[in-house]
C-alpha cells in the first residue's frame, strides 16, 4: 500500500488539476500519465527501500531530488512550447512528478516509521 499509494494520488491530483486549468484531455494526456505513473513507481519504491545506515538513506533522498528537479526542469520548460502536444506532455509531466515526489515521501517507510510528530 506504501507503494500504490502515492502512484494512484500522483494520477489522481494530476488529473484534477487538469481539469481544474480547464484542459481536455487527449491522448498524448494520457500517454503522458502513463510515463509519469512509470516515475511515480520508481520514487515510490525507492522512498520505501529500506537503508541499513543513515548515510545511504541521505544519499537516496538526495539522488531523488535531483531526479525531481532534473525532469521538472525539463518537462517544464515543454509547457511553454507553442505546440500544444508538447504543452500538454510537459503540464501533464510536471505536475504529476511533483505530486508523486511529494507523495512518496510522505507515504514512505521511513515516514511512517517516524510515526506521527510529537
Do not use: W
Not at 544519499?59 to 535531483?66: A, D, E, G, M
Not at 504543452?87 to 515521501?105: K, M
Amino acid at each position: 500500500m506504501r507503494v500504490a499509494t502515492p502512484i494512484l494520488g500522483a494520477l489522481l491530483l494530476t488529473l484534477a488539476s487538469l481539469s481544474l486549468l480547464g484542459v481536455k484531455l487527449t491522448l498524448f494526456h494520457l500517454v503522458s500519465l502513463l510515463l509519469m505513473v512509470g516515475v511515480s513507481l520508481d520514487y515510490a519504491l525507492f522512498f520505501n527501500r529500506e537503508a541499513g545506515r543513515m548515510e545511504d538513506a541521505a544519499r537516496t533522498f538526495r539522488s531523488l531530488v535531483n531526479c525531481n528537479i532534473t525532469t521538472l526542469t525539463t518537462f517544464g520548460l515543454l509547457t511553454f512550447c507553442q505546440t500544444p502536444i508538447l504543452r500538454g506532455i510537459g503540464s501533464t509531466v510536471a505536475l504529476g512528478v511533483l505530486y508523486a515526489i511529494g507523495l512518496a515521501f510522505l507515504f514512505g517507510e521511513r515516514a511512517a516509521a517516524a510515526g506521527p510528530a510529537r
